[in-house]
């Protein structure tokens, strides 16, 4: 065993411009088992890259607020990547989305952005719209009538 030397644990590598979109590598890739985890389930929108996605409309999310992009196919999405509107720069990138994964982060400017990607091995580029506007985020405060006896189980 040779000392001095650090622990070397390879990163994954997401191109990406830290001037529109907040994004942490180590917790790039997360697997859900079925179920999303409640803290995810509150605070975040989650967009489906799915076959159907093309037909859905343009999703508005406020500026800040967190994302998730989820692949719920069996397949695995090749070439993912953010497009910035206004200026036509690609501001994220990622080679591949593992089938049932998905990727968190937060987009930070206001604007109009697309979400490019191939589902498989096919030569068929899929998009999804969104918008981005400057809103404030979603507050999370409890209702004024809220107590907790009439949550099941607490």
Same mark, same amino acid.
């Given at each position: 065993v040779k000392r001095g030397k650090a622990?070397?644990? %390879?990163?994954? +590598?997401? %191109?990406h411009d830290p001037g529109y979109i907040r994004f942490r590598s180590w917790t790039a890739l997360l697997y859900l =088992? $079925?179920? &999303?985890p409640h803290e995810i389930r509150l605070n *975040? #929108? &989650?967009? !489906?890259? /799915? +076959? =159907?996605? /093309? #037909?859905? $409309?343009? =999703? @508005?999310?406020?500026? +800040?607020? @967190?994302?998730?992009? +989820?692949? %719920?196919? %069996?397949?695995?999405l090749l070439n993912l990547a953010i497009v910035c509107g206004w200026t036509g720069q690609e501001v !994220? $990138?990622?080679? *591949?989305?593992p089938a049932g994964r998905f990727l968190r982060m937060e987009i930070l400017r206001e604007g109009s952005y697309t979400i490019h990607y191939t589902p498989g091995f096919t030569q068929t580029t899929l998009h999804r719209d969104i918008r981005v506007i400057a809103a404030a985020p979603p507050s999370s405060k409890k209702a004024p009538n809220f107590h907790p006896s009439l949550i099941p189980g607490f």
């Open positions: 622990l070397s644990i %390879p990163i994954p +590598k997401f %191109p =088992e $079925g179920q &999303i *975040e #929108r &989650i967009l !489906f890259l /799915d +076959k =159907e996605a /093309d #037909r859905c $409309g343009v =999703e @508005r999310i406020p500026v +800040k607020s @967190r994302v998730c992009l +989820k692949n %719920p196919t %069996p397949v695995s !994220f $990138g990622c080679r *591949e989305l």
